[in-house]
């Protein structure tokens, strides 16, 4: 991969710390995100790798990735980050700019849910279940 | 009588600053090893004079190890260095003499392989007991 | 003669294992043995007064002590015999509990073996002589080799304690490495700042005298009197008549490569080192001076108000006496065009983390901007390799250089505040920040925005664009993929290296280098400022890679192992040396070569043969430098050569016990 010329501009890394109120650049590669994720066997790419891209300002690989919407966000990457960055959140701000960049957008779970993912976990987030 | 094991007799000769520390710590940890071996106390392995090992050997000595420390970490710079060429020599001067050069081991054992120094004693006895009684050496007596 | 034996219990440590009723019984009947006794602890205050009354009422004249391991409590049986009007060295101890019974089960053999070892000790003993260490005078002055911050700091703090300090420096300017440094981690102190105020101290410091451009030439004697001879090399300038003005610099038509900038500037064949080089008079290169090559310019001398240029100054061998030597001789830079791959020397826009350094700083070559060499032009994006030449067993050093991590992060952090929208990328393998508010730095560094990528690069070639720029081909381990980046400048992270003529230095200290060229310390772990030769220590890298905080540290720690001495005003021989039977000695001077100490030398004796007087050439020790091997008394064809304490005597009654 050879990197673009252009890397996430200035304004685009200020967008994703403003939106979860963390530094991406904080993150050393633990790789306990990753470690701990279970939903880790059915993402093309893992949360600390996700984390990097953001980091190195590859935000088209970020977007592009599908593990984005594999996330459950059952918050255990969060709930263990070294640097308290909580990758969970990270993940999803990149939903939301994405959601808000095509509002017609409709990921849905696998299987016959036909609900969108985000709805399924806002609700549980709302009411704690 | 042939069915009992033979207890050879070993002499050792551990500088002060190495393997004398490892036999050491080889009874601070408790580590166990045969009780055949009587080790004589020298501030390097270079102040050991063949004259001392071929005595010993004279005396009856079944084995005769001579311990330093690893080459390169010598307490002073160098004395290793010649102790090895000193027992090289000394091996194929036994061997020439027809004695069992198997009989003299050179190890190097620092302070803090009280492990290492088990191994080898016990080893060193185990092979000892197979080879049974020096007595060619013995043979070399002077008077007695 | 009269030996005591004594029995120790320690506790049931060794009761028990070993019959310690036996031992005693069988004590009594080994020859010369006069009285035994076996006492639950022997080394405790009652146990000490016991072996005291025992020395009295039977007039003991040797002891005997079957207790713990003579590294453990020889020392403390010594005294108590010297306290007893009796040579210490008549004390002999039989280890019966880390060689005994601590590593037997069987009390039965335990006992025997027991037994055998007081036996040993007893024939050891027999044949004892009496030992004592002479004292030895010191000569109150300190000798620093080395005038980079650590030579500094060693000799300020000597000077401080009111003892005279000789500062040795082969350049023209007392500073070393860090004077070239721009600013220093953690705390991006300006590092000329911080450094300049004790160059100035330590040139006008009372008790501090300057050698600069001077190199030690050789080295004899011993702890409390070495012999040094300084070579004071040529400076072509009388200090005393320089006032330091710089015209004779400024018209100067020679240019050379300036080393201080690592050849990325020129400067003149008469030159001071930097600006605020102390002592501030220049020197002439007499290498690269026209008049010293065709006879011809001599612009200097017609320059120089003050006729301060002396062309027929001759290089001058110096002679003092010093006490204590503190070696700070530092390091060089590993050239890093050994590793092809990263194209130093063939594309100039790959330079080493130094040469970075001088451009950050604002003395610089380039007044503190930084430029790509091949254009001028301000580099962008910056790559940064580490562990160039470092950790490399194939093509390098094995070892660590543990500080281009931090000094890594500190060249991201500059670039990012003083040139916004430059990015920083970053090769590396671990990040190692073991010091004090270092970990904190490397995290203000990668907020800042360096971007760290683990993984090493293959590649560095060039991208064949208009710009000239490089690919680096590398990988990252985060992303499990490689990564190519263009980049407009290549910072290698080189290796930190002993200096070239470390070993001879060494030689002539009687100080050894350890596999990697560094000098090696007395022990590892408790005495990392001392060397084997007494009297010489260490402070900075040149015992190994450091950064400053450490070298400095070490530094004071070396100032004071001197200061220990001078203020002691004496120093104590070993007493265990070995010594020559003249009459016997061959004169085969055998020994001489194994000694590690030099101790040993020829002597002449007059001897009458038959009526006549003859010369006869003997070996004759130096009780001062012998450290009591005994390398030299195993070797010794004639029997002449002895070791006190280990007699041959001693040592052969030991086997004969057996």
Same mark, same amino acid.
């Given at each position: 991969?050879?990197?673009?010329?252009?890397?996430? @501009?200035?304004?685009?890394?200020?967008?994703?710390?403003?939106?979860?109120?963390?530094?991406?650049?904080?993150?050393?590669?633990?790789?306990?995100?990753?470690?701990?994720? !279970?939903?880790?066997?059915?993402?093309?790419?893992?949360?600390?790798?996700?984390?990097?891209?953001?980091?190195?300002?590859?935000?088209?690989?970020?977007?592009?990735?599908?593990?984005?919407?594999?996330?459950? @966000?059952?918050?255990?990457?969060? @709930?263990?980050? !070294?640097?308290?960055?909580? !990758?969970?959140?990270?993940?999803?701000?990149?939903?939301?700019?994405?959601?808000?960049?095509? !509002?017609?957008?409709?990921?849905?779970?696998?299987?016959?849910?036909?609900?969108?993912?985000?709805?399924?976990?806002?609700?549980?987030?709302?009411?704690?279940? | 009588?042939?069915?009992?094991?033979?207890?050879?007799?070993?002499?050792?000769?551990?500088?002060?600053?190495?393997?004398?520390?490892?036999?050491?710590?080889?009874?601070?940890?408790?580590?166990?090893?045969?009780?055949?071996?009587?080790?004589?106390?020298?501030?390097?392995?270079?102040?050991?004079?063949?004259?001392?090992? =071929?005595?010993?050997?004279?005396?009856?000595?079944?084995?005769? =190890?001579?311990?330093?420390?690893?080459?390169?970490?010598?307490?002073?710079?160098?004395?290793?260095?010649?102790?090895?060429?000193?027992?090289?020599?000394?091996?194929?001067?036994?061997?020439?003499?027809?004695?069992?050069?198997?009989?003299?081991?050179?190890?190097?054992?620092?302070?803090?392989?009280?492990?290492?120094?088990?191994?080898?004693?016990?080893?060193?006895?185990?092979?000892?007991?197979?080879?049974?009684?020096?007595?060619?050496?013995?043979?070399?007596?002077?008077?007695? | 003669?009269?030996?005591?034996?004594?029995?120790?219990?320690?506790?049931?440590?060794?009761?028990?294992?070993?019959?310690?009723?036996?031992?005693?019984?069988?004590?009594?009947?080994?020859?010369?043995?006069?009285?035994?006794?076996?006492?639950?602890?022997?080394?405790?205050?009652?146990?000490?007064?016991?072996?005291?009354?025992?020395?009295?009422?039977?007039?003991?004249?040797?002891?005997?002590?079957?207790?713990?391991?003579?590294?453990?409590?020889?020392?403390?049986?010594?005294?108590?015999?010297?306290? #007893?009007?009796?040579?210490?060295?008549?004390?002999?101890?039989?280890?019966?509990?880390?060689?005994?019974?601590?590593?037997?089960?069987?009390?039965?053999?335990?006992? +025997?073996?027991?037994?055998?070892?007081?036996?040993?000790?007893?024939?050891?003993?027999?044949?004892?002589?009496?030992?004592?260490?002479?004292?030895?005078?010191?000569?109150?002055?300190?000798?620093?080799?080395?005038?980079?911050?650590?030579?500094?700091?060693?000799?300020?703090?000597?000077?401080?304690?009111?003892?005279? +300090?000789?500062?040795?420096?082969?350049?023209?300017?007392?500073?070393?490495?860090?004077?070239?440094?721009?600013?220093?981690?953690?705390?991006?102190?300006?590092?000329?700042?911080?450094?300049?105020?004790?160059? +100035?101290?330590?040139?006008?410091?009372?008790?501090?005298?300057?050698?600069?451009?001077?190199?030690?030439?050789? +080295?004899?004697?011993?702890?409390?009197?070495?012999?040094?001879?300084? #070579?004071?090399?040529?400076?072509?300038?009388?200090?005393?008549?320089?006032?330091?003005?710089?015209?004779?610099?400024?018209?100067?038509?020679?240019?050379?490569?300036?080393?201080?900038?690592?050849?990325?500037?020129?400067?003149?064949?008469?030159?001071?080192?930097?600006?605020?080089?102390?002592?501030?008079?220049?020197?002439?290169?007499?290498?690269?001076?026209?008049?010293?090559?065709?006879?011809? %310019?001599?612009?200097?001398?017609?320059?120089?108000?003050?006729?301060?240029?002396?062309?027929?100054?001759?290089?001058?061998?110096?002679?003092?006496?010093?006490?204590?030597?503190?070696?700070?001789?530092?390091?060089?830079?590993?050239?890093?065009?050994?590793?092809?791959?990263?194209?130093?020397?063939?594309?100039?826009?790959?330079?080493?983390?130094?040469?970075?350094?001088?451009?950050?700083?604002?003395?610089?070559? &380039?007044?503190?901007?930084?430029?790509?060499?091949?254009?001028?032009?301000?580099?962008?994006?910056?790559?940064?390799?580490?562990?160039?030449?470092?950790?490399?067993?194939?093509?390098?050093?094995?070892?660590?250089?543990?500080?281009? %991590?931090?000094?890594?992060?500190?060249?991201?952090?500059?670039?990012?505040?003083?040139?916004?929208?430059?990015?920083?990328?970053?090769?590396?393998?671990?990040?190692?920040?073991?010091?004090?508010?270092?970990?904190?730095?490397?995290?203000?560094?990668?907020?800042?925005?360096?971007?760290?990528?683990?993984?090493?690069?293959?590649?560095?070639?060039?991208?064949?664009?208009?710009?000239?720029?490089?690919?680096?081909?590398?990988?990252?381990?985060?992303?499990?993929?490689?990564?190519?980046?263009?980049?407009?400048?290549?910072?290698?992270?080189?290796?930190?290296?002993?200096?070239?003529?470390?070993? &001879?230095?060494?030689?002539?200290?009687?100080?050894?280098?350890?596999?990697?060229?560094?000098?090696?310390?007395?022990?590892?772990?408790?005495?990392?400022?001392?060397?084997?030769?007494?009297?010489?220590?260490?402070?900075?890298? %040149?015992?190994?890679?450091?950064?400053?905080?450490?070298?400095?540290?070490?530094?004071?720690?070396?100032?004071?192992?001197?200061?220990?001495?001078?203020?002691?005003?004496?120093? #104590?021989?070993?007493?265990?040396?070995?010594?020559?039977?003249?009459?016997?000695?061959?004169?085969?001077?055998?020994?001489?070569?194994?000694?590690?100490?030099?101790?040993?030398?020829?002597?002449?004796?007059?001897?009458?043969?038959?009526?006549?007087?003859?010369?006869?050439?003997?070996?004759?020790?130096?009780?001062?430098?012998?450290?009591?091997?005994?390398?030299?008394?195993?070797?010794?064809?004639?029997?002449?050569?002895?070791?006190?304490?280990?007699?041959?005597?001693?040592?052969?009654?030991?086997?004969?016990?057996?």
């Amino acid at each position: 991969m050879r990197f673009p010329e252009k890397t996430a @501009s200035n304004s685009q890394r200020e967008d994703v710390k403003h939106m979860t109120g963390k530094e991406v650049k904080d993150c050393y590669q633990c790789m306990k995100c990753s470690a701990g994720c !279970p939903m880790a066997s059915h993402m093309d790419r893992l949360p600390h790798e996700m984390m990097q891209l953001a980091k190195l300002g590859l935000l088209e690989e970020v977007y592009a990735s599908k593990s984005l919407w594999i996330c459950a @966000s059952c918050m255990a990457c969060s @709930s263990r980050c !070294p640097r308290d960055l909580e !990758p969970a959140s990270v993940m999803e701000s990149f939903r939301v700019t994405l959601l808000r960049e095509t !509002p017609n957008r409709e990921e849905t779970c696998d299987g016959d849910l036909t609900v969108p993912r985000q709805a399924m976990i806002a609700s549980m987030r709302k009411h704690r279940r | 009588m042939m069915n009992e094991i033979y207890e050879p007799k070993i002499v050792a000769f551990c500088c002060n600053w190495c393997s004398y520390a490892g036999a050491d710590l080889a009874g601070t940890g408790r580590l166990k090893y045969p009780e055949n071996i009587r080790i004589i106390r020298v501030p390097c392995s270079s102040r050991v004079e063949v004259a001392m090992i =071929l005595r010993a050997f004279q005396n009856g000595a079944d084995g005769v =190890l001579i311990a330093g420390c690893h080459p390169g970490d010598c307490h002073y710079d160098t004395g290793n260095y010649h102790t090895r060429k000193r027992i090289h020599l000394l091996t194929s001067l036994m061997d020439f003499m027809g004695l069992s050069p198997e009989r003299l081991w050179l190890r190097w054992i620092s302070g803090n392989e009280a492990d290492k120094f088990q191994a080898t004693v016990t080893a060193f006895t185990q092979e000892l007991r197979a080879m049974g009684a020096s007595d060619k050496v013995r043979d070399l007596r002077c008077s007695r | 003669m009269r030996i005591g034996v004594f029995v120790c219990w320690c506790g049931s440590n060794i009761k028990n294992t070993v019959d310690v009723d036996a031992v005693t019984a069988r004590a009594k009947t080994m020859p010369q043995v006069v009285y035994a006794q076996d006492v639950q602890y022997l080394c405790s205050e009652v146990g000490q007064s016991e072996i005291g009354q025992a020395i009295d009422t039977h007039r003991l004249d040797r002891v005997v002590v079957a207790a713990c391991s003579p590294r453990m409590h020889e020392t403390t049986f010594q005294k108590l015999m010297a306290a #007893k009007g009796l040579n210490p060295y008549y004390v002999e101890i039989a280890n019966i509990r880390e060689h005994c019974s601590w590593v037997h089960t069987d009390k039965e053999k335990a006992t +025997v073996k027991a037994i055998d070892l007081v036996k040993k000790a007893v024939a050891k003993t027999a044949f004892a002589i009496p030992l004592t260490s002479d004292q030895l005078p010191v000569t109150k002055r300190a000798l620093v080799i080395g005038g980079g911050i650590a030579g500094i700091q060693a000799a300020l703090d000597i000077a401080d304690a009111g003892y005279p +300090v000789d500062l040795v420096e082969k350049e023209s300017s007392i500073g070393g490495k860090m004077a070239q440094f721009d600013k220093t981690f953690p705390t991006l102190d300006c590092s000329a700042c911080i450094l300049t105020p004790k160059m +100035v101290e330590a040139a006008t410091h009372e008790n501090i005298r300057l050698y600069t451009y001077a190199e030690v030439a050789a +080295v004899s004697g011993y702890v409390g009197n070495f012999n040094v001879t300084i #070579k004071q090399k040529a400076t072509s300038v009388n200090p005393e008549k320089c006032n330091g003005c710089g015209d004779c610099v400024t018209k100067c038509p020679k240019k050379v490569p300036n080393e201080f900038d690592c050849g990325s500037s020129k400067r003149k064949a008469v030159y001071t080192l930097f600006p605020q080089a102390v002592p501030n008079k220049p020197v002439i290169d007499r290498d690269n001076c026209i008049y010293f090559a065709t006879g011809k %310019c001599g612009l200097c001398a017609k320059v120089c108000q003050t006729g301060a240029i002396e062309y027929q100054q001759q290089d001058e061998m110096i002679e003092n006496q010093y006490g204590a030597i503190v070696v700070a001789t530092g390091y060089e830079l590993k050239v890093p065009d050994h590793l092809g791959e990263y194209a130093y020397g063939q594309h100039p826009d790959v330079i080493t983390s130094l040469e970075l350094e001088r451009m950050l700083n604002a003395s610089g070559p &380039t007044s503190g901007k930084v430029i790509r060499p091949s254009n001028g032009k301000m580099p962008r994006r910056i790559v940064f390799i580490q562990c160039v030449g470092s950790r490399d067993r194939h093509d390098g050093n094995p070892y660590c250089s543990k500080v281009c %991590c931090l000094y890594t992060a500190k060249h991201t952090l500059l670039l990012n505040e003083k040139f916004p929208g430059t990015e920083s990328y970053v090769f590396y393998m671990d990040v190692r920040t073991a010091g004090k508010n270092y970990e904190e730095f490397y995290e203000r560094a990668r907020q800042q925005g360096a971007m760290y990528l683990r993984g090493q690069v293959s590649k560095v070639e060039p991208l064949g664009d208009a710009d000239n720029r490089v690919l680096v081909r590398g990988f990252d381990g985060s992303l499990q993929r490689q990564v190519e980046i263009a980049a407009d400048l290549v910072v290698l992270a080189t290796s930190m290296e002993a200096q070239p003529n470390a070993k &001879t230095l060494g030689g002539m200290l009687g100080i050894s280098t350890d596999l990697n060229g560094f000098y090696t310390e007395a022990h590892a772990k408790l005495r990392p400022v001392e060397t084997q030769a007494q009297g010489v220590y260490l402070a900075g890298v %040149c015992h190994g890679p450091k950064d400053i905080p450490e070298a400095v540290s070490q530094a004071s720690g070396a100032a004071v192992k001197a200061i220990i001495l001078f203020n002691k005003g004496q120093v #104590k021989s070993v007493p265990t040396t070995a010594m020559v039977e003249k009459d016997r000695c061959s004169g085969c001077m055998q020994c001489q070569p194994v000694c590690p100490y030099e101790a040993i030398s020829q002597e002449m004796v007059v001897e009458r043969v038959h009526g006549k007087e003859r010369q006869r050439a003997v070996a004759t020790v130096n009780r001062a430098l012998c450290q009591g091997c005994g390398a030299c008394a195993g070797l010794c064809r004639s029997g002449a050569m002895d070791l006190g304490g280990f007699t041959s005597r001693q040592l052969m009654a030991e086997v004969d016990s057996l």
